[in-house]
């Protein structure tokens, strides 16, 4: 680990980012999937020392820099967070062009983003606000049925976003901001459930996210939700992959036609507008929001800091 990173952060309709300008490890593999993999493997140090307390919390996503590997794209990113690396992440692709955006290294229009489950195109828009075109996403199962102890049968839905969720539309707990800790130990004994039932993605990957969603508060959302993330933290923002996920599902449902746009309330009341286009069984979701600058700041690694890597959660 470097004695010194130095970091821009930010955050997406509430939900922070920490992007890696310098002091990042130099990752091996050709492509950024493989690469994503040397980070998860080989520098635990690096990414708790970066998200976790004294220098941060279970909250932050960390993106960290790579060079692309697939033609036509800007850049290459990397994101985790306190237990891993993610596949892909809405909000955290909003605050890595804002960022780059700010330090003048991204300017407005389109931009192919390389991350490690494919390319992804995010447009900086004049007014600031950026669109994501996320990976192709879809439903793999509706109205899936398990077990959970203390709340009974919860029914959801298994769908792909850029990473797995189990979205469930009438929870058994409000989706209300003074209800935060009961959607948290509700959320978690869902995925603890769907482990235990052995309930999967696609080839047997977990599902780390739950979603669960509620009328919305704002007079201009169609729905609020409540995203548990992978490590125990709720998502501020609606959930870039979450929503993707969400219109997944809409479109399997003839419930959203292709371009109609759906908006999306998170738990703490900001929003994330989201469209469609078909791609055979699945989709191609488009979903803007703003991210705002934070701090620039430099991270300092004193070798003799018993919490040089964090403090474990």
Request: proline share 6%; glycine share 12%; hydrophobic share 40%.
């Amino acid at each position: 680990m470097s004695a010194r990173v130095k970091v821009i952060d930010s955050h997406t309709e509430g939900e922070p980012t920490r992007l890696v300008l310098t002091g990042g490890p130099t990752l091996r593999g050709r492509t950024v999937a493989e690469q994503a993999a040397d980070l998860a493997n080989s520098y635990h140090d690096f990414r708790m020392g970066l998200l976790l307390e004294p220098r941060g919390s279970d909250v932050w996503v960390g993106a960290l820099l790579v060079p692309p590997t697939v033609e036509d794209a800007s850049i290459g990113v990397i994101f985790f967070n306190n237990v891993g690396v993610l596949g892909m992440c809405g909000h955290g692709t909003m605050g890595v062009v804002a960022s780059l955006a700010d330090l003048g290294r991204l300017q407005v229009g389109e931009h192919v983003i390389d991350t490690p489950v494919g390319p992804v195109s995010a447009t900086l828009r004049p007014d600031g606000a950026v669109t994501v075109l996320n990976v192709r996403s879809y439903r793999l199962s509706k109205s899936v049925q398990v077990a959970v102890p203390g709340y009974g049968t919860v029914v959801g839905d298994i769908a792909y976003g850029g990473n797995w969720f189990f979205l469930v539309g009438n929870p058994h707990v409000a989706i209300d901001p003074e209800r935060l800790s009961d959607l948290t130990v509700y959320a978690t004994a869902i995925k603890n459930a769907l482990r235990s039932a052995g309930i999967t993605g696609a080839g047997g990957a977990e599902i780390d996210h739950i979603e669960l969603f509620g009328r919305p508060k704002r007079a201009d959302a169609d729905s609020k939700n409540f995203v548990l993330c992978p490590g125990n933290a709720y998502d501020r923002s609606p959930c870039g992959t979450g929503t993707s996920a969400k219109l997944a599902c809409l479109a399997a449902d003839g419930a959203l036609p292709p371009g109609q746009v759906w908006r999306q309330e998170s738990i703490i009341g900001t929003k994330f507008e989201g469209t469609y286009t078909q791609d055979g069984d699945g989709v191609l979701p488009h979903i803007t929001g703003r991210a705002y600058i934070t701090a620039e700041s430099t991270l300092l690694f004193d070798p003799s800091d018993p919490f040089r890597a964090g403090i474990p959660v």
